[in-house]
Every structure is written in C-alpha cells, then in structure tokens.
C-alpha cells in the first residue's frame, strides 16, 4: 500500500506524488488533514484553503482508491495526551524550524499517527518540503519502521514557481513574479558548482529577493543528510540550498538541490 499525506487544497504537485504511488503500489491511499499541531500561526490555520468537494473529485479522477478524511478528534481524541518520544534533534531547529517553533514536533506527531492507522509499505513525500523529508527520514529510521520513505520531485508552475495550496493567495501579479525564487535557486547552483561560496551566494540571493521586494526569511545551502550549513562543494555529498520568502504576506518555501552523489 502506498500513502500520500496531503492537507489537501489539491493542486498537479499532490498528484504527482499519487500517480508515483500508482505506478509502484498496488493500493493507494491519500489523506487529507489540516494538521492544527503543525501551525504555530492561529491566522495561517484559519485561513488554509479547505475545497475538499474539489480535492475529493480530483483524487476520484486520479484514481485514488481510498481516501482518508479523518476529524480533528479521529487524530487527536479527547484526553489523548501522549506524545511520541521522538527527538528530530538539530535538523528540526534550523531553517523552517527556526521561523515555525515546534512546526516538525506537529508535524512528526500527525504523520506518525497516520502512519499507525494506514500501516503504508511505501510512504510518498514531495522534496518541495524537504526539510519536513529529512525530519520523517530521521523518525522513520529511529523507529524502526517498516516503510519505504520516496522522495518526488517538485512540481513547479511554468514561470518556475513550486506548486503550493497558499499559491491562490497571490495577486496574479505576484504569482507571475514570484517565479524568481526558483531563477536565484538556478543561478545559485551555477555559482556554487563554479566553486562559488555558499555564504557569498547568500548575500546575492538574499540581496534579489529584496530587490523584487520579496522578504525573505532564510536561504541556506545545507547538508542534505543533517541540514547543516556548508560552505563548499566538496564539504558534503548532498547539498541542498532552502529558502522561505514572504511575498504579499504568503510564505513560500523552495529548494533545490545542488549536488547530489
Ligand atoms: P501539503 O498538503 O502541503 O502538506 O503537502 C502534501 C505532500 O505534497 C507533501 O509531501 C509535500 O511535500 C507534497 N507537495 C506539495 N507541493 C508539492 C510540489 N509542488 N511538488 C511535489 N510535491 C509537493
């Protein structure tokens, strides 16, 4: 059985990850849960998009064979207190860590209590969140669990921005210009393979987001395995430059990878 975790306000990205699982499952289940533990910003809970009549008719359309859509009290029933005893350790306190205070102790709890009830062999992923990919490698490693984690590429719009639920809070405008987060993450990775410095592509990336008046709130160039900074292209096998940018008030995050043997 293959599982999708979604929370829903479906767009290509989601589906992606569902066809994935259909080539290489034989039973594809997808949830739709608007985790409320994972959200440190009551307003950001409040307004996420919830068209779950559409979601539902795409996932039908997709060929999705069951569809998981639990209440708050089916995850989280009353007088449930226990918590998993998982330490994320320093990859949960950098990057989106950092600006979401205990965003991935929600999120591990939420996806460990779906894991449990699906019982999935393969587990889909998109790498648009890969610090979230690192996190549920680590927990599913320290578990023990008998699930293969698959990381899917990330779907992007034709102007190259990544395909996100809070991309239908952008003006068209905005929409359109927001495509420039995954120009600097191109160009970046130029650079960085010209032996260019991490932190000096920093100050350039951050530098154009300012300049578009985006507001960035991080672009970090880590180590893929233990999100820790680097500098160089030799100093890790995988590298992967992270950002989050606050465009119009919405908070988009994106990745790329740099290096990968
Ligand atoms: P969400 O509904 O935002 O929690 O996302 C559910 C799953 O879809 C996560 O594994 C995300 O990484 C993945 N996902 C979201 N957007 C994209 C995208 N543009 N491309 C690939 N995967 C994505």
Redesign the pocket.
């Known amino acids: 059985m293959g599982f999708v ?4 306000a479906l767009h290509y ?2 589906m ?2 569902v066809e994935q699982s259909k080539r290489e499952s034989d039973v594809t289940v997808v949830s739709i849960f608007v985790n409320p533990k994972q959200f440190n910003d009551p307003e950001d809970l409040r307004k996420y998009p919830r068209p779950i009549e559409l979601d539902v008719i795409m996932l039908n359309e997709g060929g999705v064979d069951a569809v998981f859509l639990p209440e708050v009290a089916d995850i989280y029933p009353p007088g449930d207190t226990n918590v998993i005893d998982f330490d994320p350790g320093p990859s949960a306190e950098t990057m989106e860590g950092k600006f979401r205070p205990g965003h991935f102790i929600g999120m591990s709890e939420v996806v460990y209590r779906l894991l449990v009830i699906i019982k999935p062999a393969q587990l889909y ?5 890969f610090q ?1 990919f690192a996190i549920i490698r680590k927990l599913i490693a320290d578990f023990k669990l008998p699930i293969e984690l698959v990381m ?4 992007r719009e034709e102007n190259g921005l ?4 809070r991309n239908v809070r952008l003006s068209v405008e905005a929409r359109e210009r927001a495509g420039v987060i995954f120009n600097i993450l191109s160009s970046g990775k130029i650079l960085f393979e010209q032996k260019g410095h991490a932190s000096t592509i920093q100050e350039i990336a951050l530098d154009a987001l300012h300049k578009v008046s985006f507001d960035p709130e991080y672009f970090e160039v880590v180590n893929g395995y233990t999100l820790d900074p680097v500098q160089s292209i030799h100093d890790a096998d995988q590298i992967v430059a992270c950002c989050a940018v606050k465009v119009e008030g919405v908070r988009l995050i994106d990745n790329m990878i740099w290096k990968e043997e």
């Not at 992923?125 to 969140?129: C, F, L, P, S, T």
């Open positions: 975790p979604t929370m829903g990205g989601h992606s990850l992923m998109g790498q648009k969140d979230q899917c590429p990330t779907v990544a395909m996100s639920s």
